[in-house]
């Protein structure tokens, strides 16, 4: 475990001690989610990933947070990184992006199958938040709970300007996508 997965374990784990153990059982977690962004322009398209994604869901209050370390995102390219984090998303004064809502929807974590679930809740990045509804599935796995959603964003909605270089090649909107397999934090 790198330190940024110990740091956003210690955040989750600090969550869990406002639960009453006896909804422990309802609690599922995990650091080590998949997230992209994807970025499709007229003359490129291409995609940032992590598989530093931390998330919460809570059954009993239906709590969910899931957030990443927006250092770790990865586009294959050194210069385009660096720019990205240093440039536009400012990760060393704003290091994480963050969504924290409410599942809107009913899971039933004893049906085989992908489940629809949406979420009501706050995108937050920049230290900016916007309100969004997001729509993706829940499957109940042996021991935990398999997530996957996608949404979008306006970068200006983050006060991210796009390069003027690049201003082609980069997407006002960027897709969002996330795959993580959340343990039971069941005590036994």
Known sequence: MTVKQLACF????????????SVSSQTFMATDGYVEFVS?????????????L?????LETKEVDFFVDLASLDTGNRRRDR?????????EKYPFAEFKGMLTTEFDPDIEGEQPATVEGDFTMRDISRELTVSGSLEATDGGIRVRAGWTVKLEDF??????VLFYELSEVQTINIDILLKSQNED
């Open 159 to 164: 006060n991210i300007d796009r390069p003027r």
């Open 54 to 58: 931390a998330g919460l869901i809570n």
């Open 10 to 21: 210690l955040i989750i784990t600090s969550c869990l001690v406002l639960y009453d153990k």
């Open 83 to 91: 720019d990205m984090r240093q440039q536009y998303l400012e990760t």
């Open 40 to 52: 499709t322009a007229p003359l490129l398209e291409f995609k940032g990933t992590s598989n530093n």
